[in-house]
């Protein structure tokens, strides 16, 4: 192509970058202020002066105590083994619901779509309490299962796995069936290969929202042994307030780490899956 | 016609019958009291416009959709009950509907091994794994290669469908069908995806692949041109009723119906009304009888003649030139309608605007009823008289 007025365009772009440039710093400067305090000594962070890179560095003891006043490597274990049973729970319950609303044809299907829908509607934290009940009669508070089971089933997964199999074309379902493939088959091998991008996606939300919670850790779960990285984290703040600044930011940078590499290695797809969502 | 040899793998004997199908969605009744009887290694094509409930007639044989009513016998037995992949039949969908996460090659083995590795085999990652599997394998292999060598696409085994051309692809759906050598073909409009020039390779191709196979085909489309080319026979429907079943010439030449004399045959049918006819002035020809109330006849049965007193007279409006022969739209007077008149470039020319009678041969002309139904004793006494 050819610009018809290339300065203009030039100009154009400039200002596009500049916003860019401008949102992303915006968004990155907690994160950045983080990782400078955890680099500080105690006295400096409450210096009234800023410096982005400390005087003083102080990083290596703030990291270490990080890693030793609290058992960082646990939460980290923990927050894993979490994530990955509630997002296996997740699929096994999300993938054959989409399949059933996407592409059989059932009686009461569009009933039951709606129900999905207004559970995507309820904040999880309107259900904190009846499930707090539930676990409390299974007796099943403060073990690992209180952490995992309320979040097994995802009305988000159900809805955005919903719309991407719909996309997928009908005759390429009855090829299938010609073929002599039975349903479960269908999804594992058509369905589920077909929508990698998509599931990638669905797993990016489902771990960084349960990665991160506290909110459901905090009432679920005393033990030290099985809490997450973000109610860990807590442990910090509990003991002195304000004096522990630093070893604080340096278990949030430790915390945040894994979650960052893990999106940079899967952005491509994400952003492939989100992409295909907009399309439609 | 008739029963084939089967020179390729052996296919059991398929004659299909389907008996007063009906089906609806919802308030929709898309096939009304369908019963049809398809031979053994026939080639049936079904054709009607779009929405007349073919495709869906062909999805109640292959069992992926079930009837509301009537019964889809194989060979005398009933299949009602019986899901798709027990039917014995392969169908080869419009849009391909190749896998696209596949290469070509696990594209054609998928509906082998689907069939020949048991449940536990099929098992993700366990599956390769257990013994017996090798064996199976091989087999699945020289066989997928053999079928896509008879397509010509052996060496295009290693590619993705997305990286293929519109006129392969076809092809590899063609390859999965046929792979697994079922008793029946079923053909879901496969061409109409494809250009002009390739749509005529590509009906050839079928042609032949039909007589290698020697089974039953049974060929949906909206293109009658397809209908006539291609098949043994050719089953009419509009509207989710079946018009006509016969042989190509059969229909063209004998259609029972308006309906049919209509979609079949291109240029059109020419149709003019008793009404149009009496009002121009020309006279009836002999044996119309009181019920006809259309006279209709094909482009090649009129001849240009001078214009006259007791004959249709009109203008020529345009002059459609194909080389082999040339078609005259004659314009009616009182916007009676268009004839259209097939000439043989070696005729007199006519130019658009000159004013011309038509010449029918009153052999050719087919009379029909108010309903559209054919009137053939009338059309005997006007031969006889």
Known sequence: MIARFPGRRFAGRVARHAILILTAAFALLPFVWMVSLSLKPPEEIFQADFHLWPTAFHGVENYRVALTAAPMFRFLLNGLLVCTAIFALQLLVCIPCAYALAKLRFRGRDTLFSAVLVGLLLPPQALAIPHFVMLNVFGLLDTYAALILPWAISTFGIFLLRQFFRSIPDEIIRAARLDGLGEFEIIWRIMIPMTAPALTAFGIFSVVAHWNDLFWPLIAVRREEISTPALGILLFRDDEAGQFFGPLMAGAVIIVAPLLVAFLIAQRRFIDGLAVTTMR | ?385
Request: aromatic share 4%.
């Open chain 2, 1 to 385: 016609m008739g029963v084939r040899s089967r020179p390729y793998g052996l296919a059991a004997m398929a004659e299909i019958e389907l008996r007063h199908i009906e089906k609806s969605y919802g308030e929709t009744a898309v096939v009304k009291g369908v019963s049809l009887s398809i031979r053994d290694g026939e080639f049936l094509t079904l054709v009607g416009p779009s929405g007349c409930g073919k495709s869906t007639l062909l999805r109640i044989i292959a069992g992926l959709e079930e009837q509301d009513d009537g019964e889809v016998m194989v060979d005398g037995r009933c299949v009602n009950d019986k899901r798709p992949k027990e039917r014995d039949v392969a169908m080869v969908f419009q849009s391909y509907a190749l896998y696209p996460h596949l290469n070509v090659f696990d594209n054609l083995a998928l509906p082998l091994r689907t069939r020949r590795l048991s449940f536990a085999q099929r098992l993700p990652f366990v599956g390769r794994a257990l013994p017996g599997r090798g064996g199976i394998e091989k087999t699945i292999r020289a066989e997928v290669e053999q079928a896509a060598s008879m397509l010509d696409i052996a060496h295009l085994l290693h590619r993705k469908p997305g990286q293929l051309s519109g006129g392969q692809r076809q092809r590899v759906a063609l390859g999965r069908a046929m792979v697994r050598h079922p008793a029946v073909f079923l053909m879901d409009e496969p061409l109409s995806n494809l250009d002009a020039k390739l749509r005529v390779q590509m009906r050839a191709e079928i042609i032949a692949l039909h007589r290698r196979l020697g089974v039953t085909f049974v060929y949906v489309t909206h293109d009658q041109a397809e209908a006539m080319t291609m098949s043994d026979r050719v089953a009419v429907m509009t509207a989710g009723e079946l018009l006509q079943v016969g042989q190509p010439e059969q229909l063209y030449r004998d259609p029972q119906d308006l309906r049919v004399a209509e979609m079949i045959g291109s240029p059109k049918i020419n149709v003019v009304s008793c009404d149009h006819w009496i009002s121009l002035g020309a006279s009836l020809p002999p044996g119309v009888d009181g019920n006809t109330t259309h006279l209709a006849f094909r482009p090649e049965a009129v001849g240009i003649a001078a214009p006259g007193d007791r004959r249709l007279n009109g203008v020529v409006a345009s002059v459609e030139n194909l080389g082999a022969d040339i078609f005259l739209n004659v314009a009616l007077a009182d916007g009676c309608g268009t004839v259209v008149v097939r000439t043989h470039p070696d005729g007199s020319r006519s130019e658009p605007g000159r004013p011309v009678g038509l010449q029918i041969d009153p052999a050719c002309l087919l009379q029909f009823d108010s309903a559209g139904m054919r009137q053939r004793q009338a059309e005997q006494v006007g031969a006889a008289g």
